[in-house]
């Protein structure tokens, strides 16, 4: 706006040129003007410029940062661990020479309340662990498959409810076509236990065992010993998804043996994958993340990755090797965040090196090296690692081959783990662990041992100290009425629930022209008790843990009386 003390002073005009005509216009704008058109473009673009956000170069914007260290939970198990069963402690599994060996732990929440657990093994053996308390029983519904001819040893068991189970097994013996099966004593001690016999699927549906045969698995002769499982249900689909994997299996052409879930009646079925590998070696252990996403680990170092994404295809080949050892046990808590471990103590951790976009991001778990600590802090490397379970981030347990004549099982703490002491100790090997919360869980092992760990109870304040009577009045004792007791759960099962009384058989649905199933028909006694009204879908019990289901991709939360902070479960 004008300023009305200064007079109005016209813009210099510079002289006319003779024979020049000035323009009035230039680009339709007043020449005059274009100085003032000028500067308010500039005033405009300035403007506009301090109000834009600054822009990030597009490769930082795109790229993640899974590898970024989490924080960790700073925890102390506030429990024990405890023999239940062993040679020494109510042995379950009596025998004349060597007790059953128990390979693997799993189990779920009863719908109705309770827990149903099964701890499986060699030579048929099962242990069924019902209710609350540590009380495990023998299960003998799989028994009449070891008939004398055919030894049955159970590696794996995934339990989706108490009427809906499956076992992967390896087996030995038999004649025929089965003549690979027969057992040898292989020359090299690492493979012992797995590279020998053949292989099957078992389906326990709350009545009976059905072994899946191998034409059902689309497998031509004989499978190789099938390792272990893993499985997860997608609530976006209604569906269960499933890996299982097994030995390379020379005698069928098959390389690390890799089947894959269909979920449908009757349980479902496992089929081999039609995914290309590059793993022609044993694969001993599998954990199922998600409907597109799984780790398998093996022989030699091999950690396979399955991932998939929408549009793409997806392989199980082998990723960049951590380390030459053999793997045996593996576990994740999230697609970021896992580890494996075995032979001489070495184990690796992953951190999300492959969802890394970064193209020199090497895809594969971190080497750790040697990880479990004794107290005064050296490595422990006397040992195989055969199981781990994680409870979350930085919260897990392991356990393996005895050290100094003692269990191995140990605790994570930040990158390393801590041994711990074993109430009546058995001093054998442990073959796997299963965590139900932090504060409570199992681990089994050699000559059927299982161990059994709760949290330990607070230490009750101290009565206070009776004041004696006054001494210059006589005491009145007053009758106070002792309280009527509060009845806690019962540990035993509900009259009304519908439990199977009849002994179960065993159906083989051997098609035609299938070479006999290695594991005959036969009738077992010693069903399972479990509700046929059952679900697939594991709910944890009103307690002071907030209930979780750990076949849920996101998870839920436990709450950690030591630690006073919430740390995520699977």
Request: overall charge negative.
């Amino acid at each position: 706006m004008p300023n009305p003390s200064r007079p109005f002073r016209p813009l210099p005009q510079e002289p006319r040129r003779p024979g020049a005509i000035r323009p009035k216009m230039l680009l339709g704008v007043p020449r005059m003007a274009l100085p003032l058109a000028a500067g308010l473009v500039a005033c405009i673009a300035l403007v506009l410029m301090l109000a834009a956000p600054a822009a990030r170069p597009p490769a930082l914007a795109q790229a993640p940062a899974p590898t970024a260290s989490p924080t960790l939970p700073t925890w102390s198990p506030g429990g024990t661990w405890r023999a239940v069963h062993s040679p020494k402690v109510k042995p379950l599994f009596q025998a004349a020479t060597t007790p059953q060996g128990l390979n693997a732990v799993h189990g779920v929440e009863r719908p109705g309340g309770g827990y149903f657990a099964l701890a499986v093994g060699d030579k048929c053996a099962i242990a069924k662990y019902e209710g609350v308390g540590t009380a495990w029983t023998r299960d003998r519904s799989f028994e009449a498959q070891c008939d004398g001819t055919h030894v049955v040893d159970l590696r794996d068991v995934f339990i989706r409810a108490p009427d809906d189970v499956w076992v992967t097994a390896r087996y030995t013996g038999g004649g025929g076509l089965e003549r690979d099966c027969v057992i040898k004593t292989p020359a090299d001690r690492d493979d012992v236990d797995f590279d020998e016999g053949c292989g099957l699927m078992a389906h326990w549906n709350g009545t009976a065992w059905r072994v899946q045969s191998n034409l059902d698995m689309k497998i031509n002769r004989l499978a190789p010993p099938i390792n272990a499982l893993n499985m997860v249900y997608d609530q976006a689909t209604a569906k269960w998804y499933g890996w299982a994997v097994g030995n390379d299996a020379a005698f069928d052409n098959l390389k690390g043996l890799i089947l894959e879930f269909i979920d449908g009646p009757n349980g479902g079925k496992w089929q081999v994958t039609s995914a290309p590998n590059n793993n022609a070696v044993d694969l001993r252990d599998i954990y199922v993340l998600n409907k597109d996403e799984a780790w398998a680990i093996g022989e030699h170092g091999a950690e396979a990755w399955f991932y998939r994404t929408e549009g793409s295809s997806a392989d199980w080949s082998r990723r960049g090797l951590s380390g030459p050892d053999h793997l045996y046990a593996l576990d994740m808590v999230d697609p970021l965040y896992g580890w494996d471990g075995g032979q001489r103590g070495r184990m690796n951790h992953y951190d999300g090196n492959c969802h890394d976009t970064n193209p020199e991001t090497a895809c594969w778990f971190d080497n750790k090296a040697y990880p479990v600590r004794s107290a005064s802090g050296q490595p422990v490397t006397a040992m195989e690692i055969r199981g781990i379970d994680l409870v979350a981030r930085g919260v897990g347990w392991l356990v393996g081959t005895k050290v100094d004549s003692s269990s191995m099982i140990a605790y994570l703490l930040d990158d390393h783990w801590t041994p711990v002491g074993v109430v009546d100790d058995p001093d054998e090997n442990l073959n796997a662990v299963f965590m139900r919360t932090a504060d409570e869980g199992w681990a089994v092992g050699a000559k059927g041992v299982i161990l059994d760990y709760r949290a330990n109870a607070p230490t009750p304040s101290p009565s206070p100290t009776p004041r004696p009577p006054s001494a210059t009045l006589p005491a009145t004792p007053t009758s106070t009425a002792s309280p009527s007791p509060t009845t806690g759960p019962s540990a035993t099962p509900s009259a009304t629930e519908d439990r199977p009384t009849a002994s179960p058989t065993v159906a083989t649905q051997t098609p035609s022209g299938e070479p006999t199933t290695p594991v005959p028909s036969g009738t077992a006694s010693g069903t399972p008790d479990v509700p046929a009204s059952a679900t697939a879908t594991e709910t944890r019990p009103a307690s002071a843990v907030p209930t979780v289901d750990p076949t849920s991709a996101g998870g839920g939360s436990i709450y950690l009386p030591y630690a006073r902070r919430f740390v995520t479960r699977r």
